[in-house]
């Protein structure tokens, strides 16, 4: 009996830690993607103050009404943005 009482005490133990792990892997994404907005809305905020909001940050070309339609927050032109996806690989 008290065998199988500290099994069931280390079955639980395993899952509470389990589960915390995942909450706390969820929360850290969260804020990451909190951030990533926040941080992009900051700089489109910024790029509007400055008059250089649809001009691309790179190359300085306008990023077109289309892609910013579709990508309000975009800082760069097409070409440039998969230059730069390119890189982060
Ligand atoms: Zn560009």
Same mark, same amino acid.
């Given at each position: 009996?008290?065998?199988?009482? !500290? #099994? @069931? %005490?280390? #079955?639980? %133990?395993?899952? @509470?830690? +389990?589960? $915390? &792990? &995942?909450?706390? $892997? *969820? =929360?850290?994404? *969260?804020? %990451? ?5 926040? %941080? =992009? *809305? #900051?700089? +489109? *905020?910024?790029? !509007? @103050? ?7 940050? @790179? /190359?300085?070309? $306008? !990023? ?12 760069? /032109? !097409? +070409? /440039? ?9």
């Amino acid at each position: 009996m008290s065998r199988e009482q !500290i #099994v @069931d %005490d280390q #079955v639980q %133990d395993s899952g @509470d830690q +389990a589960q $915390s &792990v &995942v909450m706390e $892997s *969820l =929360r850290n994404s *969260l804020q %990451d993607a909190e951030y990533e907005e926040y %941080d =992009r *809305l #900051v700089k +489109a *905020l910024a790029a !509007i @103050d400055a008059g250089t909001y649809g001009v691309c940050a @790179d /190359c300085g070309a $306008s !990023i077109g009404e289309k892609r910013l339609k579709h990508f309000p927050n975009a800082s760069r /032109c !097409i +070409a /440039c943005q998969e230059a730069f996806e390119a890189r982060k690989q």
